[in-house]
């Protein structure tokens, strides 16, 4: 049984009421709500139209009464409405009306949704949300947006003014300019987002010219710091998110790049002047707003540079003004003071480091390259290298009469240790650590083996073993030479008959470990050459691999001095009590005699005998009296000299070994590059002349920073010595020869 055709009137003006119920609903007034039977019998109408028989399908003329439905809506009712309004009372009305379109394109979408299942996608043209959306385009936005983005430019600067404007309002507003763009975002963009950002360089130019002069440098970024926040806050309450990135890139510049220099070098307020105070929240703060910006942090890392290589450097200053002008009775007084005050600088910026800057690693490279520019300063001729030796030896020392306890003592080393690190040649500090070392191990009794032990591990861990190998031998040694003289006692008590007559001890030591020392072939007095003699006879029972080679000049005697007034104990070296020994036999001796009877070279004779004769304690008469010696002089114990100590060391001048130091580390250095180079090689087998040298500078630059004209003459020397050979077809190729 066949339907009849609906006319296209009949049906459209069934539609029509319909349509007018909708306006009455969005216009307000007193209408009930579409039931589910109104809305069927609108669809069901929609429906029969579009699937009769040609020529009664009516699809394509019911595509273009929707549109012209909405057009004629829009004509009739939204852009009267608009007309007479402004400002906030306009962009009010614009979003209800846009409310009211979608909600008008809604139902007339359900009641004409089969054009959108068939009749849009046989014909492929715009679905019927997107004629909706088109419509008010073209119609409204196209008319007003000019219009709108001045008044919601307008409220956000107002807000930024610290004024309070409806923040919903303007969320809706700028989603209309999103939804215009009908799934793009180029309305947003050229509309509205393009002119805002402009808008706000201008706004934040202004504000930045104007704080730079009136404001404290804290003050300027705390201000800066709180715009940021409000403009993320902005963001996040009506602009859409896509303008975040955009909007703070803005921002960041106009207030935190373009016065960049200005803002911390500021003379009363700058980031020196937050170091100074140790303003630590604005430095943090400094480190916050700088760490968003591109490169930013670069910037504040080199003020912070060379703000430290300042402070460093007068540091340095310092030692060396007060050294030369010897405002302290304390040698080394000076070097002492320094090397604590940068300990202490060290630890103020690794604080600063830590906790404001994140230990981020631009600000480790900073502090590192300022350190290490006054860390290889010279004071008054001393290598920073030898003056961190002895602030070393110092607290190893020293550390017991200065009540240090063991627990300050070893934070104290802890922190030798790091700023080690800045210092380039570390072979140079080794090289005076080790005669240091040598003399504690030696001579001071008071020596910590647990201290000693402790920063030669930190050594070793932070810089690697060949720094420390030749150091830990010496500290076995001395522990070996404590069971050596145990073993000696208990062979003297077991062989009474060939006792020296004297309490002996000796320190028998690894050549290859410790600093070589000046040898004399010295013509001992008969007292000590019987326990040479003895401790030889009992060494060939240990061993007969080895050598004994005696350096005198280390040794330390105890001679009981029978002076008129009363007997002292003096307390002196080798050679000095050689010397004094010599007196038991003759009352008087000549210098050339002296000379003679011991076989010491002139220089050295003339250095002891100043000693015992013209220094502090005349323990021998020198004839004709003066304060030098000559070679024809001649010397006679004092009988008379007298002290108001029972016991007083003899002291020997000092030596000046700086000069030695470097030379022995210049001698080494070669073989140390030798090393490195055959090691790469080896591993290498085939490598450019390019490679070789960086890799053996990288490899070396834990101990030295080596000099490539020394590098490239050690090359030839292995060359010459067939360890390696150069490319036959590529001269700048070097092959490993097994």
């Not at 409000?230 to 960041?252: A, F, G, M, N, P």
């Not at 591109?294 to 402070?311: C, M, P, R, W």
Request: some cysteine.
């Amino acid at each position: 049984m066949g339907c009849e055709n609906i006319e296209f009137d009949q049906g459209w003006g069934e539609m029509e009421k319909g349509i007018e119920k909708l306006k009455r609903i969005l216009a307000g007034e007193k209408e009930t709500p579409f039931t589910s039977r109104e809305y069927m019998t609108l669809y069901t109408t929609i429906y029969n139209m579009c699937n009769q028989k040609a020529p009664h399908d009516y699809s394509e003329q019911l595509y273009d009464k929707y549109k012209k439905t909405l057009d004629e809506y829009i004509t009739s009712i939204v852009l009267p409405s608009l007309k007479d309004k402004h400002d906030e009372f306009m962009l009010r009305e614009l979003v209800e009306r846009w409310l009211n379109h979608k909600i008008m394109v809604k139902w007339l979408t359900r009641f004409f949704h089969y054009l959108d299942r068939y009749f849009i996608i046989q014909k492929s043209v715009p679905a019927l949300n997107e004629v909706g959306t088109t419509c008010f385009l073209n119609l409204v936005y196209e008319d007003v947006h000019p219009t709108i983005q001045d008044i919601v430019l307008s409220l956000i600067d107002k807000e930024r003014e610290g004024d309070q404007i409806d923040r919903a309002l303007l969320k809706n507003a700028l989603e209309i300019f999103v939804e215009m763009g009908l799934g793009q975002m180029n309305r947003y963009q050229d509309d509205f987002e393009a002119r805002f950002l402009q808008e706000t360089t201008n706004y934040y130019s202004r504000k930045a010219s104007k704080w730079i002069e009136e404001d404290s440098c804290p003050d300027y970024l705390l201000k800066s710091e709180e715009c940021l926040k409000k403009e993320v806050d902005r963001v996040s309450s009506y602009l859409h998110s896509s303008s975040e990135t955009k909007l703070i890139k803005k921002v960041q510049h106009e207030l935190l790049v373009v016065y960049v220099n200005q803002l911390l070098e500021k003379e009363d307020s700058g980031i020196k002047v937050l170091f100074r105070d140790d303003k630590v929240d604005d430095l943090s703060r400094t480190y916050r707003v700088y760490n968003k910006i591109s490169q930013g942090l670069d910037l504040v890392a080199n003020v912070f540079k060379q703000h430290v290589t300042i402070e460093g450097t007068a540091f340095v200053q310092q030692a060396e003004e007060a050294t030369s002008n010897q405002a302290s009775n304390t040698p080394g007084g000076h070097e002492q003071v320094l090397v604590k005050n940068i300990l202490e600088l060290h630890d103020n910026y690794m604080t600063y480091l830590n906790s404001c800057f994140q230990n981020h690693n631009l600000f480790q490279k900073a502090l590192k390259e300022a350190f290490e520019v006054f860390c290889n300063k010279t004071v008054n001729g001393s290598p920073s290298a030898e003056i961190l030796a002895s602030f070393a030896d110092h607290i190893l020392r020293k550390g017991g009469s200065e009540k240090l306890s063991d627990e300050v003592i070893e934070e104290t080393l802890e922190k030798v240790v790091k700023l080690l690190q800045y210092v380039i040649d570390k072979d140079v500090f080794a090289e005076f650590y080790r005669k240091k070392l040598a003399r504690r191990l030696l001579f001071d009794r008071g020596t910590n083996d647990d201290h000693e032990r402790s920063i030669l591990s930190k050594l070793k861990q932070q810089f690697g073993a060949p720094l420390t190998s030749k150091m830990e031998g010496m500290v076995t040694d001395v522990v070996l030479a404590k069971e050596h003289q145990s073993s000696f006692q208990e062979y003297l008590r077991n062989n009474p008959d060939v006792h020296p007559g004297l309490d002996f001890t000796v320190t028998v030591l690894t050549t290859g470990f410790w600093p070589s020392y000046k040898w004399f072939d010295l013509s001992l007095p008969s007292e000590m050459v019987k326990c040479v003699k003895v401790f030889k006879g009992f060494y060939e029972t240990k061993t007969k691999h080895r050598k004994l080679t005696w350096i005198f000049s280390l040794g330390t005697s105890h001679i009981n001095g029978k002076f008129e007034p009363k007997p002292i104990e003096l307390i002196v070296s080798t050679h000095q009590a050689a010397v004094l020994l010599l007196f038991n036999a003759s009352e008087r001796l000549s210098y050339s005699e002296i000379v003679a009877q011991l076989n010491l070279a002139h220089d050295d004779l003339i250095r002891l005998l100043h000693t015992l004769s013209c220094a502090k304690y005349k323990i021998l008469n020198k004839e004709p009296s003066s304060k030098s010696i000559s070679q024809s002089d001649s010397f006679k114990f004092n009988p008379n000299f007298t002290d108001k100590m029972r016991r007083i060391k003899v002291p020997l001048p000092p030596v000046d070994e700086r000069k030695k130091v470097i030379e022995d580390v210049d001698k080494d250095r070669p073989y140390a590059i030798d090393a490195a180079i055959v090691r790469i090689m080896k591993s290498r087998k085939v490598i450019t002349h390019q490679q070789l040298i960086s890799e053996t500078i990288e490899q070396l630059s834990r101990m030295f920073k080596p000099n490539i004209k020394a590098i490239k003459k050690r090359i030839e020397d292995l060359i010459t010595r067939d360890y390696i050979e150069r490319d036959r077809d590529n001269s700048h190729m070097f092959r490993y020869l097994a």
